[in-house]
Structures are given as structure tokens and as C-alpha cells.
């Protein structure tokens, strides 16, 4: 049985049919999902439709679109991403039952529906719900583009971080930056002249790399990066990408769109990366891999022949995550896992708090794993 259920509903056109699909597969590829083995998407609900797999619907509203799911999906607790062409169409586009959730307003430049399937993903629990950017710049070189940024990409939902507006007062401000960064899921890079002339900037490239996350680097006119990353995706500007000392309209769009596809990359790279560390541990130990589950949850098989239900979390860990992590289990031992390098010590206290209260949940450090799991007796 596949792990997840993708139904397209409404009045999609053929060509946004297509191009869903199309997205749908190459960012669930990036998980290592096969369509028909793991994952299906079908036009309405089918006969191979299971109640108790994890499912997304998508509503591509339109003048008259019906909606006889309406009763069944409610019932059963899918979410629903609805789409419409502009805010003021959605009470022509949608059917009174979707009229209350807040819907995804249709975008002419989004061709490939990057938004709509990076939503989707987030419902299904393949991406996290935040949707977090870190901006690393120069501030005698492009602080009106970073601020530029800052305010766009936060009006289109990103949760991001700027040094100058993102820092609580009193706060430890190095320790904060660096938390941050740990939990963003990509770094923008504002590749300017004199990047790798600061200490700071060139500290956070750094660690981002550490930390495997992906980079937007965004290289400024006539200017050569000093240094590479494979990690990185450029976008090299030229003079009329500016209009004065920020970038144009169109560009900043342009640079929102890719952050969609480079997060959907990120996500699955470090996740990936996280998965290939537990499989080594567990197979030099003796154990194996026996499969992967809902919201990207392994399944362990243990020396001593009992199971683990793993969840690695991208990122920073929170309550939440061992929340899922318990529900995922089925009553079966369960592990959230995580990359602790770099989160600041007082979350760290948090999580040992948490863990000494919430004895149903191990928690396993990803790049002490092998150390740890060869403390786990089941």
C-alpha cells in the first residue's frame, strides 16, 4: 500500500494537471518516492482510495467547480489546498465549503505550480510547516537588497531571518545567529565583492555547509565568486536586475519562485543525508533498514532483532516533532533524530528537559549515532 494519497479536485486545466504532476514527481523523487509504489495522485477519489493513508487534496477552483468529496474528506480529516485565480474570485471559485480556509491565490509566473505542490508537501508532512530562510549579506555592500528580501519573501510566508530585525532584545546574539541558521532550510547568499572579506559572512557559509543546507547565492554584476559550493544554486545579476540599490520587481518574484524549488532540495538532502548516517550505524551494528513510513519516519530493525521507529527532523527539534514521532510508532519503540551540532544551549536544556518527561521518545544525536545506538537495549 503506497504511503501517501495525492487527489487533484475542482476544474484544473489540462495543462495545470499536467504540470502538478509533473512538480508532484520530481520533489517526491528527491525523497526517493516512486509514484504507484509510494505515493499515487488521481483525479478525485478512486476506488483504490484507503482512508488510512496519508492524503492531501488539491481544489483547482474555477466558475461552477464542484465538490462532491466535500462530506467524505471532512469526515476523514484531509487537508485541503485551495486554488484561485485572485483573492477577488474566490467566492465565485470555490464552493461554499472551502470558502473558509485560506486559499493559494493562482501565480502566471509559477508555470511549473511550485507553491501549490510545496504546500501540498507541507500537508502530507514531507516539508516542514515553517517555512524558514536565512539571509547572509554584507551590510556596507547590500543591506537594502537584504531588507528588500526580508520584507518580500515574509509577505509570501517565509519565516526569515535577518540579522538586524530577527534577534529579541538582550538576546545572545551569536548564539542566536547560529541557532537560526541550524533551523533554516535554505541560506541566502548575497555574493557581493567583499563577502569573503568578513569574518561573519564567511563564518555562516561555512556553517552551512557543515550543516548541509542548501544556498541561493545570488551573485552581484561583474563579480566573480571567490568560492563554490555544490550545495549553492546561482543566480548571477546583472546591472538591469537593479532598480537603484534594490533589485526590480520582477526579479525579486523570480528569486521567490526558486527559493520553493531549492527548499524542496534542501530539505530532502539533509534528510537524505540523516538516513544514509542511520543506515551505516545500524548495519555496522548488526541491524538493518527494513523501510521508510509516513512523514519520512525509518523503520529500524535492531541487533537484537526489535524494532525502532526513527524520525529524523530537518532542522531544530521541538515538541511537536515528538508528538509525531509517538503517534508514528503504533506503540512500537520510536527515536526522534537530529543534527544537534550548532543549536544554542538553551534549547538543547530545553530538549533534555522535554526528554526527561517524555520517557516514550529516545532521542539519537545523527552524528553520534552509532554511539548511541549501541547503548539502545529493547
Same mark, same amino acid.
Given at each position: ?55 492531501? #487534496?488539491? &481544489?483547482?477552483? $474555477? ?7 466535500? =462530506?467524505? +474528506?471532512?469526515? @476523514?480529516?484531509? *487537508? ?90 538582550? #538576546?545572545? &546574539?551569536?548564539? $542566536? ?7 533554516? =532550510?535554505? +541560506?541566502?547568499? @548575497?555574493?557581493? *565583492? ?185
Amino acid at each position: 500500500m503506497a504511503l501517501y494519497q495525492c487527489l487533484v479536485l475542482g476544474s484544473p486545466t489540462a495543462a495545470q494537471t499536467a504540470a502538478f504532476a509533473a512538480t508532484f514527481d520530481d520533489c517526491l523523487g528527491l525523497f526517493g518516492l516512486v509514484r504507484g509504489r509510494d505515493y499515487t495522485i488521481d483525479r478525485g477519489i478512486s476506488a483504490d482510495f484507503s482512508a488510512s493513508t496519508a492524503t492531501v #487534496a488539491v &481544489f483547482f477552483g $474555477a466558475d461552477g467547480a464542484g465538490y462532491p468529496e466535500a =462530506d467524505r +474528506l471532512k469526515r @476523514l480529516g484531509v *487537508p485541503v489546498v485551495p486554488v484561485v485565480s485572485s483573492a477577488a474570485r474566490v467566492s465565485a471559485e470555490l464552493p461554499a465549503e472551502l470558502r473558509g480556509i485560506n486559499a493559494m491565490f493562482h501565480d502566471a509566473a509559477d508555470t511549473n505550480l511550485r507553491r501549490v505542490v510545496t504546500a501540498a508537501l507541507q500537508c502530507l508532512g514531507l516539508l516542514p510547516a515553517q517555512r524558514r530562510v536565512f539571509v547572509s549579506y554584507r551590510r556596507e555592500e547590500s543591506a537594502d537588497v537584504a531588507l528588500q528580501l526580508y520584507e518580500a519573501l515574509s509577505a509570501r510566508h517565509f519565516d526569515v531571518f535577518l540579522d538586524t530585525h530577527s534577534v529579541s532584545v538582550a #538576546a545572545d &546574539f551569536q548564539a $542566536a545567529l547560529w541557532h537560526r541558521l541550524c533551523d533554516s =532550510d535554505v +541560506l541566502i547568499m @548575497l555574493d557581493t *565583492p567583499g563577502y569573503f572579506s568578513s569574518r561573519w559572512t564567511t563564518a555562516e557559509w561555512g556553517r552551512a555547509i557543515a550543516k548541509h543546507i542548501s544556498m541561493l547565492q545570488l551573485v552581484w554584476p561583474a563579480h566573480t565568486p571567490a568560492r563554490e559550493s555544490n550545495l549553492a544554486t546561482s543566480k548571477k545579476l546583472a546591472d538591469v536586475d537593479f532598480d537603484g540599490s534594490r533589485l526590480t520587481a520582477a526579479v525579486v518574484s523570480e528569486v521567490a519562485l526558486e527559493l520553493e524549488r531549492v527548499r524542496s532540495v534542501s530539505v530532502a538532502l539533509r534528510h537524505s543525508n540523516m538516513v544514509g548516517t542511520l543506515r551505516s550505524a545500524i548495519e555496522d551494528l548488526g541491524g538493518s533498514v527494513e523501510g521508510v513510513g509516513q512523514k519520512r519516519s525509518v523503520l529500524l530493525k535492531l541487533p537484537s532483532g526489535n524494532s525502532l521507529v526513527a524520525y529524523p527532523v530537518v532542522g531544530v527539534p521541538t515538541s511537536l516533532d515528538v508528538h509525531d514521532c509517538i503517534d508514528l510508532s503504533d506503540s512500537r519503540a520510536a527515536a526522534v533524530v537530529y543534527d544537534h551540532l550548532g543549536i544554542s544551549e538553551e534549547w538543547r536544556r530545553h530538549l533534555d528537559w522535554l526528554a526527561a518527561r517524555v520517557g516514550a521518545v529516545k532521542w539519537l544525536r545523527s552524528r553520534e549515532a552509532d554511539w548511541q545506538l549501541a547503548d539502545i537495549e529493547l
